[in-house]
Structures are given as structure tokens and as C-alpha cells.
Nanobody, 124 residues
Framework: QVQLLESGGGLVQAGGSLRLSCAAS????????TAWFRQVPGKEREFVAC????????YVPDSLKGRFTISRDNTKNTVYLQMNNLRPEDTAVYFC?????????????????WGQGTQVTVSS
């Protein structure tokens, strides 16, 4: 069983930055891909970014590209989401998710396990 633990969320002013971390433990797959999603109350979970097992392939939607960057450090079993120039509309609970097959996907249902989420609040 794999456990994912997000950290790094908090309250930040618009224009500020945060770096989220997703630490994996347990029976992790060496080829697992990892993604970040976010969700606000009353809305569906939204894809943010994904990265393959060694960081060689990654994807961030055009709407977030230039502000959000995903990376990983396999020596620490951790995936990061660097968020710059934050906006109030980025306020959400951010979740990381893992997929043992290693394939990248923007679809929530494609992922095998999830963290509990970390709150990001951006004030105007």
C-alpha cells in the first residue's frame, strides 16, 4: 500500500509563491507517475500537472504554464509543485495522486492512490 502526504500549503498574498511537496511511502512503484489536482467546494477536481517516474516527461496545461512547475526528487520519494505569481482563483485544496502504470493522465479516475490534500489560500 502506498501513502502520499502533501505539505507546503498555506495562506499567501496574490503574487506570492508556494512550493507544495508530495512525499510517498510504503510499497511505491519505481515507475509510478504522479499528478497534482486541485478542488474547490462544489466543483470537480481539476488537473494541475503531472510527471513521469524519472521527471523526463511532464505536462502542465497552458492555462498554468509559466506559473506552475512540477518536478521530482526520487532520492527523497517526493514530487514538488512550485507555484509562482499566485492568484485568488488558485485558492483550492491541492491533492497529489499516483499511478503505478507510469502513464500520464489528466483524468482523476486514472490514478490509483491519493493524498489527503493541502489547503492553499491566496488573498487579494
Amino acid at each position: 500500500q502506498v501513502q502520499l502526504l502533501e505539505s507546503g500549503g498555506g495562506l499567501v498574498q496574490a503574487g506570492g509563491s508556494l512550493r507544495l511537496s508530495c512525499a510517498a511511502s510504503g510499497r511505491t512503484s519505481s515507475r509510478a507517475s504522479t499528478a497534482w489536482f486541485r478542488q474547490v467546494p462544489g466543483k470537480e477536481r481539476e488537473f494541475v500537472a503531472c510527471i513521469d517516474w524519472n521527471g523526463g516527461v511532464l505536462y502542465v496545461p497552458d492555462s498554468l504554464k509559466g506559473r506552475f512547475t512540477i518536478s521530482r526528487d526520487n532520492t527523497k520519494n517526493t514530487v514538488y509543485l512550485q507555484m509562482n505569481n499566485l492568484r485568488p482563483e488558485d485558492t483550492a485544496v491541492y491533492f497529489c495522486a499516483g499511478r503505478d502504470s507510469g502513464q500520464l493522465s489528466v483524468v482523476v479516475a486514472a490514478y490509483d492512490y491519493w493524498g489527503q490534500g493541502t489547503q492553499v489560500t491566496v488573498s487579494s
